[in-house]
């Protein structure tokens, strides 16, 4: 099987040697991703917002592979402060409500920089 390598110009991709996603037949991995944190549409203490914006991304990532958000099988959510479930739950929902992947929740000490309260990654499989 064809493996297809897709990448978002992130200077993270060369410095650590990997991509947003990647697509071997009809299995679709996407790496962690975190929010991009302006400071004004999606804040440092914002959970929503930055639930939101990772989603959003994930959405044009998948469209770029022909699929959508409704191949997703399952989301791997993880954030520095369990106390933001509700936030990052409403989120989840306007993308999934319907769709339903498994997912998990988990808290964790840190991520990569201190503004960001939520990563995601994220599976899908095409449906032949």
């Known amino acids: ?3 297809e390598n897709i990448l978002t110009g992130s200077p993270w991709e060369d410095k650590m040697g990997y991509c947003r996603a990647v ?3 009809n299995i679709i991995e996407v790496s ?3 929010a991009i944190v302006d400071g004004e549409k999606v804040k440092a203490d914002d959970a929503y917002a930055q639930t939101y914006n990772i ?3 994930i959405e044009k990532v998948l469209e770029d592979l022909n699929v959508g958000m409704k191949d997703v099988i399952r989301t791997r ?3 520095t402060n369990i106390a933001t479930f509700e936030d990052v739950a409403r989120a989840h929902a306007v993308f999934f ?7 998990g929740f988990y808290e964790i000490s840190k991520l ?7 990563e995601i990654e994220f599976t899908a499989v095409v449906q032949e």
Do not use: D
């Not at 409500?97 to 997912?103: A, R």
């Not at 990569?112 to 939520?118: D, W």
């Open 32 to 34: 962690g991703t975190v």
């Open 112 to 118: 990569v920089a201190p503004e960001y309260l939520v």
């Open 1 to 3: 099987m064809k493996r």
């Open 97 to 103: 409500k319907e769709v339903k992947p498994t997912t």
């Open 55 to 57: 989603l959003e991304r």
């Open 77 to 79: 959510i993880f954030t």
């Open 23 to 25: 697509r071997i037949g």
